[in-house]
């Protein structure tokens, strides 16, 4: 089994994963971009390796092995794209692509000195935890800005969706992590949000676009 592509299994398992930790095999085919019979197949291997519970016409688990192999390749490429960022001068918008290929490192070293250097950073550039190296998460409750009513005032914190695309649009609108949002007013229609940011500045966002906003409260 190719070390690398069971690796992106594992990882895409444990991001698709609900609150049973189960997953669809259809819906792991769409996020790796491969047709069911391929994503059956390589299913099976890695449950023959005890990484994953599989029965058909189920839905996958990972086992305790296969969560713990997958946590470690996510604080990996959390760490790459923080070390990218922070040491190496990179937008949050350039990282993934250069973090997909580092998290297959296989030096524990490498990825220890870089957690030294960042002085143990719990999150990412995109505001995503970044597993210790016991494997453990800081856990976060964060709400849609989306969901926030008229006269709010919250604190961007993380986005749920970091594709170049999404990051390149918030970059043209000078929305970073930390910002400060006042909702002035939602959209009955079709739940698009007028804001308030920065130095006066004021936009009109998408549901769309807010849905992918995680904000908290501003704390008086």
Not at 61 to 73: D, F, M, P
Not at 99 to 123: G, N, T
Not at 130 to 137: A, H, K, S, T
Request: aromatic residues 8%.
């Amino acid at each position: 089994m190719d070390s690398l592509v069971k690796e992106n299994y594992l990882k895409a398992l444990f991001s698709l994963s609900n609150d049973k930790g189960e997953v669809n095999v259809n819906e792991l085919s769409k996020r790796l971009g491969i047709k069911m019979p391929s994503a059956t197949n390589m299913i099976k291997k890695l449950a023959e390796k005890k990484l994953v519970h599989y029965a058909k016409y189920k839905p996958v688990r990972l086992t305790e092995r296969g969560k713990n192999e997958a946590i470690h390749i996510i604080r990996k490429h959390r760490l790459t794209e923080m070390f990218l960022v922070e040491i190496m001068g990179f937008g949050w918008e350039e990282v993934h692509d250069i973090a997909e290929q580092i998290e297959h490192v296989k030096s524990p070293k490498f990825f220890k000195k870089m957690d030294e250097i960042l002085r143990y950073p719990s999150f990412d550039p995109h505001g995503s935890p970044i597993p210790d190296i016991n494997g453990n998460m800081e856990g976060k409750q964060y709400r849609k800005l989306s969901e926030c009513v008229k006269g709010k005032k919250v604190i961007f914190k993380a986005v749920e969706n970091s594709s170049e695309e999404f990051l390149k649009f918030l970059n043209n609108k000078d929305l970073f992590l930390d910002t400060e949002i006042e909702i002035l007013s939602v959209e009955p229609f079709d739940g698009s949000l007028s804001v308030s940011y920065g130095q006066g500045q004021k936009q009109t966002l998408s549901k769309i676009v807010g849905d992918k906003i995680l904000v908290t409260d501003k704390i008086l």
